[in-house]
DNA sequence: AAAATCTCCTGTCAGC
DNA sequence: TGCTGACAGGAGATTT
């Protein structure tokens, strides 16, 4: 559910909560979260012991912490973190009680007396060590090197975007949660998106114009922006910021969740349709069917 | 080789 | 009451 909204918001407070303190002690409460560390749960807290954490960045819906080179320069390892579904990344006072699903503790060497927490109910998410992409300022991790960039990056390329959707012989809205093409856009923003540019989500790829994925690229940017600026979507307790709090863009939603309600613009009732073990949420009248669809 | 499908995981809820 | 199954769904792995 964390799209890039909601990992954006988590980024933000970990940037200020979290970067420019040394780690002390990394506690692995569950392996499984740790799993992207090959190395395993001892060698990712040994490894991390003792580093600073630089300005936390993101990419998608991934974030990650750049660790601070001891001889200055570009930093050649990164702490790599993912919300996947269910995964919060929470700055919680030292000696709070432990979360049911707290799979991470990371205290840190300073006065200040919070701890990071990874918690994780489903533990689809998960934290990880890895190399730098060379010369990268970032510190952009090696295994998110095949990340597209976001549509909110200033360097997303809107017409290598459009080529690449008529290269493709897919449909629009899995290409929208294809990371490779574009990322940071998930299940509830793809529907968004396509609903605000009245595009059914099997619309195939290849048939649309340069004006058209324009058109797409702005109602993307505007319902990530305006779902940021609300502090993310939430339908339970589940996404929350690095203090515990849900985001209310869920009030802003006008396809996503609405099955039966009416369309804000035509008044038809929202459809839902069962869609890659999930589900599309579509207005019938607005978002009309592809003519030519299998 | 690109595209589609499978799979991981736990909790909630509807229906009986 | 408690069981079953559907559903939530990101993204790497596997299959087509």
Redesign the pocket.
């Known amino acids: ?3 890039l909204p909601e990992v954006e918001v988590v980024r933000a407070g970990i940037e200020r909560w979290v970067s420019g303190r040394t780690v002390a002690a990394v506690e692995v409460l569950h392996p ?1 979260a740790v799993r ?1 560390h090959l190395a395993g749960p001892d060698d990712f807290a040994a490894r991390l012991a003792g580093q600073r954490l630089g300005v936390a960045r993101r990419r ?3 974030l990650w912490l750049p660790v601070e080179p001891a001889a200055g320069g570009v930093p050649e390892r990164a702490v790599l973190a ?1 919300l ?3 995964g919060q990344l929470l700055v919680q006072p030292q000696g709070s009680p432990d979360e ?2 707290l799979r991470v503790r990371v205290r840190f060497a300073d006065a200040a007396a919070t701890e990071l927490r990874f918690v994780d ?4 998410g998960g934290l990880s060590l890895h190399e730098t992409v060379a010369d990268d300022p970032d510190g952009l991790p090696d ?2 090197a ?2 597209a960039r976001d549509p909110v990056d200033p360097a997303f390329d809107d017409d290598a975007f459009h080529a690449a959707l008529r ?5 629009i809205k ?1 290409a929208l ?1 294809d ?2 093409l574009i ?1 940071g856009v ?3 923003y ?1 529907d968004e998106a396509l609903w605000r540019t009245r595009l059914h989500y099997d619309r195939p790829t290849a048939t649309l114009t340069g004006p058209r994925t324009a058109e797409l690229l702005t109602h993307i940017r505007e319902v990530l922006n305006e779902a940021l600026a609300a502090g993310g979507t939430s339908f ?1 307790s589940l996404y929350v910021n690095v203090n515990g709090e849900s985001g209310y863009f869920d009030r802003s939603l006008d396809a ?1 969740g609405r099955e039966d309600e009416p369309c804000r613009r035509c008044g038809t009732p929202i459809r ?1 349709r ?1 869609w ?4 599309s949420y579509f207005c019938p009248r607005c978002q009309r069917p592809p003519r030519a669809t299998a």
Do not use: C, W
């Open positions: 559910m964390p799209e499984r992207r998608g819906k991934y993912h996947g579904m269910s049911k699903h109910q489903r533990t689809f295994v998110i095949h990340i290269r493709r012989r897919t449909t899995r949660l990371q490779s990322s998930g299940n509830i793809a339970d996503y839902r069962p890659m073990n999930r589900s």
